[in-house]
DNA sequence: CCTACCGATCGGTAGG
DNA sequence: CCTACCGATCGGTAGG
């Protein structure tokens, strides 16, 4: 807060909803269907307030990733740090997972498998803001099974080929849902997961 | 050929170099990212050139689409068949999807991968295009697996959980490679692959 | 936060 | 296949 009248604190207010408008509407529409036009149309303001609160279409991009970093945060991640490290917190990890693709946690799916797709080919800031999420997220799951093998609970096994293949299964699940409307696909994704973990320590 | 003076075929020539174009920025832009306006520049023809040649920019997707589904079928399907149906065909046929991606066959990778991710969340003909050629793979892998089986070549074992796992490892190195710019993905895949196929029959 | 406006590009159409 | 043109939308900016 370094105003007195308030403007700085309306404008935090304005932005949080608004993101939350904006990342939704990314995921479905991707991060260059989200326009100024359509943001200030569906948040009720005018464009010239949705470039007031985000700056350039490109700042607007980087703030709903980071949004949807968060986002992704508190739903995938924190609830498995509650669980004991080892396997147990790694399981809890992928059902999470599972749980934030399948709820559609965003309307279009896994946000960073929408984002990764769109921008792979396409260099700039926002790319490599969306590969630099891509490998957190794989530093995550490794860092969780590497828990799980010092704690005797996995075997030693090759550990970036294990999170490889766990993203794999999980984000193939997310896009046969999308592309099917079925949720068979997450029975598979538990399936293939279990299988990956049926290993003796 | 329905006329005499070739104006059908100028127009057949025209739309075959044309549409290569229109699929590999497709790839990379995305098939929203194919405007008339950018693939007439490209082509150097005008707007209403391209308008003449296939259409509505939705034409214009779903010849792409095709253009792009023809070309997998003679790299990746074709060159599989080739080989003595059972566990042999599976394993070309996933080696020949491999070379597709790792080789940029199109410019920003599998042309589908991408199309599926953008389109996933965007209800019309261009997305059930899309839905029908994931379907169809899925299909193609599933009938290769089945053969094999029923060859005593793989055990009797769940063929759709299958074809899942193995489009899920080819999916994964591919957006792995795109946001990591490295070749280790496809070694990953390839030992993933070889360990779902490790089984005895 | 707003209205009013800018040049560029969008998907085309008219007419040849 | 072309030029010329259309209304709509794009990402903003000016000024308040």
Redesign the pocket.
């Given at each position: 807060m370094t105003t007195v009248d308030g403007?700085r604190a309306?404008?935090d207010?304005?932005?949080a909803s608004?993101m939350r408008l904006a990342v939704d509407i990314a995921t479905v529409q991707g991060l260059?269907?989200?326009?100024?036009?359509?943001?200030?149309?569906g948040?009720?303001?005018?464009?010239?307030?949705?470039?007031?609160?985000f700056?350039?279409?490109?700042?607007?991009q980087l703030a709903a990733i980071e949004a949807a970093r968060q986002i992704f945060i508190d739903v995938v991640i924190h609830p498995a740090l509650q669980v004991a490290g080892g396997r147990a917190r790694l399981e809890a990890l992928l059902e999470n997972w599972i749980a934030y693709s399948e709820t559609r946690v965003f309307t279009g799916g896994c946000f960073f498998a929408a984002a990764a797709a769109e921008m792979a080919s396409k260099p700039g800031v926002v790319r490599d803001a969306i590969a630099q999420q891509h490998n957190e997220w794989d530093e995550v799951i490794r860092r969780v099974i590497t828990r799980a093998i010092d704690k005797g609970e996995l075997p030693p096994l090759d550990v970036a080929q294990l999170a490889y293949e766990m993203r794999s299964l999980l984000d193939g699940a997310n896009m046969d849902s999308l592309m099917g409307a079925s949720t068979a696909p997450y029975s598979r994704a538990r399936a293939g997961l279990r299988r990956l973990l049926a290993v003796e320590a």
């Open positions: 403007r309306r404008g207010v304005s932005r608004v260059e269907g989200l326009t100024i036009g359509t943001l200030a149309t948040a009720n303001l005018s464009k010239s307030g949705i470039v007031s609160l700056g350039t279409k490109e700042q607007l």
